[in-house]
Structure formats: structure tokens, C-alpha cells
């Protein structure tokens, strides 16, 4: 399988608990590399903009208003098929769902305060890189 890139965030909820190193484990552990990251406070437009594939969702206000009301950490996760490895790490959106140690089994509050974002397909992961990440930020 190639070395992809995915984009990842470490939502409000799992910051605020002081969860970024418990997370970045279970990532780093599965293979995946943060070749880049920071912590961001997001902006609604940001926010809005970035979840603008769902504002036609019933939940689309609920999510950004999470999204914006503490800091996250936005990072790019390189690896061996990178983009579905990282959807396996995080686990199923509803917690209830989600499989025995993924990060969202382990420490995800709700559907909604989820604990993480992942990248769904190579388009969107290259997309959403963009989104946060100029080249040079990149290093590898
Ligand atoms: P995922 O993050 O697993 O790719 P989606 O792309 O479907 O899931 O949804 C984006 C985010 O919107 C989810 O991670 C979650 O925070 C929120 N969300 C999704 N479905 C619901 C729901 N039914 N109720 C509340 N929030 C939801
Ligand atoms: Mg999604």
C-alpha cells in the first residue's frame, strides 16, 4: 500500500481534557506519523467553511459551535494507506459504535463531541491539508 497523507483534528472536547498526548499515541502506535501540527483556535467562518458539506445537516449548528468553542490541534498524519488507517484509529462517528480501542471508544463524549476529526477519501484529505497547511508547514 503507498504512503498517504491525511488531515486530522483533535477536537474541542478531547483538548479541553487534557487528551492530545493520549491521543497522538493511539495515532503513532498504528504507524501514523504527525508530519505537522498545531493548535488553533477555530473561527466560525473557519468552521463553517471547512464543515461546509454539512450545512444542510440538522446537526451543522450544534457542530460548529463545538468546533469553535476551545482550541483544537489541526495535523497531518503521514503513513502506510494513511487515510483509512486514521479512519480505523478513531473508530465509528457514534461512540456506541465505535470498536474496542479506537479513540472514539476510548474517550469520545457523544456523536457529537467525537474527540477527533478524520479525512474521508484521498480528495478530501489533500483538500482539507490545504484548508490548514501551507507547503512549507510540511516538514515531513
Ligand atoms: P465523521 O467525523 O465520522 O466523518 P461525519 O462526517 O458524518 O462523521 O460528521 C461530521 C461530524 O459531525 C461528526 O464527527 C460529529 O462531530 C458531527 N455529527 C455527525 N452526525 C451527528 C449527529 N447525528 N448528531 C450530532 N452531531 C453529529
Ligand atoms: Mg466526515
Redesign the pocket.
Known amino acids: 500500500m503507498a504512503i498517504e497523507r491525511t488531515f486530522s483534528i483533535i ?1 474541542p472536547d478531547a483538548v479541553r481534557r487534557n487528551l492530545i498526548g493520549k491521543i497522538l499515541t493511539k495515532f503513532e502506535d498504528a504507524g501514523l506519523r504527525p508530519i505537522a501540527l498545531k493548535k488553533i483556535h477555530m473561527t466560525r467562518a473557519r468552521a463553517e467553511g471547512f ?1 461546509g ?2 450545512k444542510d ?4 449548528g ?2 460548529v459551535e ?2 469553535i468553542a476551545s482550541p483544537v490541534v489541526v495535523q497531518v498524519l503521514e503513513g502506510e494507506g494513511a487515510i483509512l488507517k486514521n ?1 480505523d484509529v ?1 473508530g ?3 461512540p456506541a459504535n465505535a470498536a474496542e480501542g479506537t479513540i ?1 471508544k476510548e474517550f469520545a463524549l ?5 474527540s ?3 479525512s ?1 477519501a484521498p480528495e478530501t484529505a489533500a483538500r482539507e491539508i490545504k484548508f490548514f497547511f501551507n507547503d512549507d508547514e510540511l516538514v515531513g
Request: net charge positive; hydrophobic share 35%; glycine share 8%.
Open positions: 477536537k464543515y458539506v454539512h445537516r440538522p446537526f451543522f450544534e457542530l463545538q468546533m479512519r478513531m465509528a462517528t457514534n472514539r457523544s456523536i457529537g463531541e467525537n477527533v476529526h478524520g474521508d
